[in-house]
């Protein structure tokens, strides 16, 4: 049984491109959700645009899913019950903090910095 689900929390890993039996490729990110003290691990599996989308993140990214989930139970290696969300990405909203490339002796740099004049609010 699966449920749709909204679910926010960051990557804790790079996302990767795999290959189904059938041939159909896919992106699979693991994801970490926390609510308060609680942390919950998920695995998010995505395919067509929404693959594309993922695999432009990176380990520590933001982002935000909506898709079809289960949980599946496991137990740690301490022998502790606990339970993984997985989930089938149908859309996605990701924060990608800004990486800039700088050379030696630059500092980072913002493609808004060369705005002259107030911003009115």
């Given amino acids: 049984m699966s449920i749709s689900v909204l679910v926010k929390g960051a990557l804790f890993s790079a996302p990767e491109t795999r290959t189904s039996t059938k041939g159909k490729t896919y992106a699979r990110a693991r994801m970490t959700v926390r609510d308060g003290e609680a942390k919950t691990w998920g695995t998010m599996t995505a395919f067509d645009q929404a693959a594309d989308h993922i695999l432009q993140l990176q380990e520590g990214d933001a982002l935000t899913v909506a ?3 289960r949980l599946r139970p496991y137990t740690d290696k301490a022998g502790e ?4 969300l997985d989930v089938v990405v149908e859309r996605l909203i990701a ?3 800004w990486r800039a490339a700088k050379g030696e002796g630059e500092e980072d740099a913002h493609p808004d910095d060369d705005i002259d004049g107030d911003i009115a609010f």
Avoid: D
């Fill in 67 to 69: 898709g079809r989930a």
């Fill in 81 to 84: 019950a606990g339970a993984s």
């Fill in 95 to 97: 924060v990608k903090p």
